[in-house]
């Protein structure tokens, strides 16, 4: 049974960093698309950063590109997301994601999903 599990989350001011991890468990992702989306209270789940073809190319969008780190250690079976320079809009609730596969498009199809971590930016 495949399982994501989201990590650190929390509360942050404006400014500071925070690092998600997302640790996968029934099966080896290391070719596999996997992304971070994110959705804040009324608004659409979008997504935020992904590792694309199975590695040779990385996504993020634009509120959250030159800010925002994605990594993966195929060793350990866990994806990252390094996030620097926090703003109250990046507030919102976490999710990584993983598909069994790579796709010609990166950002859908996601099959696995973890449960969440809130991610709270105060000003």
């Known amino acids: 049974q495949v399982q994501l599990v989201e990590s650190g989350g929390g509360l942050v001011q404006a400014g500071g960093s925070l690092r998600l991890s997302c640790a996968a468990s029934?099966?080896?992702?290391?070719?596999?698309?996997m992304g971070w989306f994110r959705q804040a209270p009324g608004k659409e789940r979008e997504l935020v950063a992904a590792?694309?073809?199975?590695?040779?190319?990385?996504y993020y969008s634009d509120s959250v590109k030159g800010r925002f780190t994605i990594s993966r250690d195929n060793v350990k079976n866990t994806l990252y997301l390094q996030m620097n320079s926090l703003k109250p809009e990046d507030t919102a609730v976490y999710y990584c994601a993983a598909k069994p596969y790579s796709t010609t498009n990166c950002a859908s199809a996601y099959n696995y999903w973890g449960q969440g971590t809130q991610v709270t930016v105060s000003s």
């Open positions: 590792i694309c073809w199975g590695g040779r190319s990385l």
């Open positions: 029934g099966r080896t992702f290391s070719g596999s698309d």
